[in-house]
């Protein structure tokens, strides 16, 4: 729970090399901004992109969960896996959750309880979000280094969006939308307080 960015993209391409070429040059560009590390750029196919198929304390199981896509059919919801991933990881700075960036494409259509179902996706998507919120305490470097790693995402959003690719953003501090850094700072303060009020709940509900 804390400040975090939330964001989609989508390359409206077929071609698996252009979309590969598309998430390397974020990729680079997160390497320009010196993150505290940046992976490879990983590909899964086929059966690998299934969540069932990993350990949950698999460190890819969680690409593939971010990767489920739910389409709605008559009063029920299905989890679409994707059928091919190309991602990287990469840490924007200590105390900062790992971004987690790519492009997925998903089957024309699937089964489900005998029938075929058209799931309408086309293309190539990602959904994610990066939690900045805790690279504000002081073991990790206060409130300097909190506003670095959530700026360092969003120049990376910066640039996938002049790339055509970001769909859209949430940012829970505000900075996207308003390119503010005192209102930023200032939104620790506010999810601070926030968390402690929650915390004090929970205590107070404790039997």
């Known amino acids: 729970m804390g400040i975090s960015i939330h964001f989609e993209l989508q390359a409206k391409t077929r071609s698996q090399n252009k979309s ?6 974020i990729r680079q560009r997160a390497l320009d901004l010196a993150f505290d590390w940046v992976s490879d750029v990983f590909e899964l196919t086929g059966p690998d992109c299934d969540p069932s198929t990993y350990d949950p304390d698999d460190d890819l199981h ?19 896996p994707a059928n091919h991933i190309i991602f990287f990881l990469g840490s ?5 959750e790992s971004l987690h960036l790519g492009l997925a ?12 179902i058209r799931t309408g996706l086309k293309g ?8 900045t919120h805790y690279a504000s305490h002081e073991e990790s470097g206060g409130i300097h280094n909190f506003v670095r ?7 990376v959003l910066d640039y996938a969006n002049d790339l055509g690719v970001l769909r859209a953003a949430y940012d829970l501090g505000g900075y996207w939308e308003t390119r503010d850094i005192k209102y930023l700072a200032g939104s620790i303060e506010a999810w601070d307080r926030k ?13």
């Open 20 to 25: 590969r070429q598309i998430v390397e040059r």
């Open 62 to 80: 969680g690409v593939p969960v971010r990767c489920l896509k739910t389409i709605l059919v008559g009063d029920r919801d299905i989890n679409i």
């Open 92 to 96: 924007p700075g200590l105390g900062c």
């Open 105 to 116: 494409t998903y089957p024309a259509a699937v089964y489900s309880r005998g029938k075929m």
């Open 124 to 131: 190539w998507y990602w959904s994610s979000d990066c939690e």
């Open 149 to 155: 790693c959530h700026r360092t995402v969003v120049s």
């Open 195 to 207: 968390i402690d009020s929650l915390i004090d709940d929970l205590d107070n509900m404790k039997p």
